[in-house]
């Protein structure tokens, strides 16, 4: 069985400010993970992807994300926020026996203030 | 279009009618993914479509649920007797089959039961 944990259901930050948001994984099987953004009303656009190549995967928008095997995390980093990063981001697991199913996070709704 | 389309994008009904909910994926994708967001929660699975495999329905969550797709094109989501607690926006997703492939996304269809 998988599962996603994000820890902070809201970040808020300032604009310029680094962008942290926190995801831990469960797998009992080597993962895939991945970082998708919903913008108000509308479906979830991919950010980034980890499987099993780099361990630091770039992404859009200028966002990145290391995955660590030994902590089980796979953590959203963005240098410099922008207004326009204001968003929910979800970070989903897939693998093991779930084929193709992605199990998500609760999300984090990020904010950013000028 | 080159995405993922979802019909309608919004759909109002009464409690214990029927409602039918369309997704057309993305040409050539072969993986089909319906997923329910309830209000202030992350992503649930609902059902997944490969090919000509028979469909994963673990995430369906009761027999009121039921999806059906034609070969490896339109896919229509029915729910029958409609409950309040049905209330959501229900995503389409597609990709290419493979679990290292991201998922594309629909805007989804948001369901409000009366």
């Known amino acids: 069985a998988q599962s996603v944990t994000q820890l902070g259901s809201h970040v808020s930050v300032s604009e310029g400010a680094l962008v942290l948001l926190r995801c831990n994984y469960s797998?009992?099987?080597?993962?895939?993970l991945f970082w998708y953004v919903q913008y108000p009303n509308q479906g979830l656009q991919l950010l980034l992807k980890y499987t099993s190549a780099a361990t630091l995967v770039k992404g859009i928008n200028g966002f990145e994300a290391e995955f660590k095997k030994s902590e089980t995390s796979f953590h959203l980093t963005k240098p410099s926020a922008h207004m326009s990063d204001a968003a929910e981001y979800f970070c989903?697991?897939?693998?093991?026996?779930?084929?193709?199913?992605?199990?998500f996070g609760q999300g984090t709704i990020l904010t950013v203030h000028p | 279009g080159a995405g993922v389309s979802q019909s309608p994008s919004n759909k109002v009904t009464e409690k214990g009618k029927d409602v039918e909910l369309r997704c057309d994926p993305i040409s050539g994708h072969t993986a089909l993914y319906w997923y329910r967001q309830r209000l202030g929660q992350g992503l649930e699975f609902l059902i997944y479509f490969q090919g000509n495999s028979a469909p994963d329905k673990s995430g369906l969550p009761s027999d009121r649920f039921s999806a059906e797709r034609t070969g490896e094109s339109v896919s229509t989501l029915t729910i029958q007797r409609t409950q309040q607690e049905d209330s959501a926006v229900y995503l389409c997703a597609s990709s290419l089959g493979d679990r290292t492939q991201p998922q594309h996304f629909g805007d989804g269809t948001r369901l409000s039961i009366l």
């Open positions: 989903a697991v897939s693998g093991g026996t779930s084929y193709g199913k992605l199990t």
């Open positions: 797998s009992s099987v080597p993962p895939y």
